[in-house]
C-alpha cells in the first residue's frame, strides 16, 4: 500500500485548508485511515480517523469541530478539511493506513498504522 500526500501550504489564521491523501491497493475500503501531525522535536499527534464511511470517526479534542475527516472509497481517497486554523496548527500532516479494523482505542496510536504517506506541510501564519 503506498499513500500520497497532498494539500498543504502556507494560510493565514482563520483560514481553511483541504488535505487529500490517495491510496494504492484494493482493500482500501476496508481500512482504517488517519491523519497525523508533527513539529520538530515533538513526537507524532492523533488529528483524525475514519474506518469506512463515518462508520467510525474520532478527532484529537485539539481539532474537534474545526477538522472533518472523510474519505471516498472510489477514488481510494481519504481527506481532511481543516477550517478556522491557528497557528499552532503549523505541522507536518501525515495520513496513515492500516488494513481492517483499529480497534477503537488505539486509533489514535500511530504504531497501529504500518502504511503513511510522506508528509505535507502546512503553515499557519498569525
Known amino acids: 500500500v503506498q499513500l500520497q500526500a497532498s494539500g498543504g501550504g502556507l494560510v493565514q489564521a482563520g483560514g481553511s485548508l483541504r488535505l487529500a491523501c490517495a491510496a494504492s491497493?484494493?482493500?482500501?475500503?476496508?481500512?482504517?485511515m488517519g491523519w497525523f501531525r508533527q513539529t520538530l522535536g515533538k513526537e507524532r499527534e492523533f488529528v483524525a480517523s475514519?474506518?469506512?464511511?463515518?462508520?467510525?470517526?474520532y478527532y484529537s479534542n485539539s481539532v474537534k469541530g474545526r477538522f472533518t475527516i472523510s474519505r471516498d472509497n472510489a477514488k481510494n481517497s481519504v481527506y481532511l478539511q481543516m477550517n478556522s486554523l491557528r497557528p499552532e496548527d503549523t505541522a507536518v500532516y501525515y495520513c496513515?493506513?492500516?488494513?481492517?479494523?483499529?480497534?477503537?482505542?488505539?486509533?489514535?496510536?500511530?504504531?497501529?498504522?504500518?502504511?503513511w504517506g510522506q508528509g505535507t506541510q502546512v503553515t499557519v501564519s498569525s
Open positions: 496513515a493506513g492500516a488494513t481492517g479494523r483499529v480497534i477503537t482505542s488505539a486509533q489514535t496510536m500511530s504504531r497501529m498504522y504500518p502504511y
Open positions: 491497493g484494493r482493500t482500501f475500503s476496508s481500512s482504517t
Open positions: 475514519i474506518y469506512r464511511n463515518a462508520g467510525e470517526i
